[in-house]
Structure formats: structure tokens, C-alpha cells
């Protein structure tokens, strides 16, 4: 389930068949959008020449800033850290929950709210990081700008969902 912020008992399907807003919940096309999205993304990663593609424009990421060490914002986010580690011109270590320090780059698949990115961002400035830079591979606008509100602007997107969304 892409983590929207709603609560846990909000499920994909229910985001797949609800009308207009309901309760504040974001529904509907908004939703539908998102998780055509997250699944198109998951097929084009299972190429392996798309996924090299990806990673290597995360590497590029965390190289102009000046990274040291990564995590992912997702289950997605850490699968592509991890990749993302062995491709980047400098050594990066995947933070796990314990001490950072520098620049860490926090990434994330399908950027919906942004509220998994900025959440991590947090987690990981309380660790110690001086500077946190996000990357998503696909970011819905609205998620993105709220995550450049918090975060700062260095909220990097490979691509952005259409803003009719």
C-alpha cells in the first residue's frame, strides 16, 4: 500500500473505488493516479536496463550533493538505495536507523504526499545528518512542493505525475 498518510485501515481498494473527498481523505482520481503510477513504476523496474537507468540518475543525485550516506523512505526507497550505493562515484553507506552524520540522501519510489519522506527526512536529521536531500523517481506535485516546505528545496524529482491528479 503506498503510504498516502491515511490510516492504515484506508485500503488500496478503497482508494481504487471511492468518489470525491471524503472525510479529507484524498479519493478517486487522485488516488487512481497514484497507484497507476506505483505500478507502472514496479513493472518498468523489472527491467533490468530501466532499473540500471534509475539508479544511475539517483547516483547522479547523490553525487552533486555531495552524499555520504542514503536510505529510502519505502520498502521501494530502501530496495533502490541500496542499489543506488554501489553506483555512486562516492562511497556511500545505507543508514540504518543508527547514527548519520553529513549529507544523506533519503529516496523514495512513488512520492504521493511526501509524508513517508519527510518523516524519514526527520528520522534522520534527529540521527545527526546536517543536511538531508530528497529524491523520488516519480512525484505527484502537490506531495513534491509540500515536501520542498518541510524538507527545503532540495527535493529532487526524476519525474512528476500529471497535475491533473
Request: overall charge negative.
Amino acid at each position: 500500500m503506498i503510504n498516502t498518510g491515511l490510516s492504515p485501515v484506508w485500503t488500496v481498494k478503497n482508494m481504487e473505488t471511492a468518489g470525491p473527498v471524503v472525510a479529507g481523505r484524498p479519493q478517486g482520481d487522485w488516488a487512481s493516479g497514484i497507484l497507476s503510477a506505483a505500478r507502472e513504476l514496479e513493472e518498468a523496474l523489472a527491467d533490468p536496463d530501466r532499473l540500471n537507468e534509475v539508479a544511475s540518475q539517483l547516483a547522479a543525485v547523490a553525487d552533486a550533493a555531495g552524499a555520504g550516506m542514503i536510505t529510502g523512505a519505502s520498502s521501494l526507497g530502501n530496495q533502490l538505495a541500496g542499489i543506488v550505493a554501489g553506483r555512486a562515484a562516492r562511497p556511500l553507506t545505507l543508514w540504518a536507523q543508527n547514527g548519520a552524520h553529513g549529507t544523506v540522501l533519503v529516496v523514495e519510489g512513488v512520492l504521493a504526499s511526501g509524508a513517508q519522506l519527510v518523516r524519514t527526512a526527520s528520522r534522520v536529521r534527529a540521527a545527526g545528518a546536517a543536511r538531508v536531500v530528497g529524491a523520488a523517481v516519480v512525484a505527484e506535485p502537490r506531495g513534491l512542493a509540500m515536501c520542498r516546505l518541510e524538507i527545503g528545496d532540495e527535493v529532487h524529482a526524476l519525474s512528476e505525475l500529471a497535475a491533473a491528479l
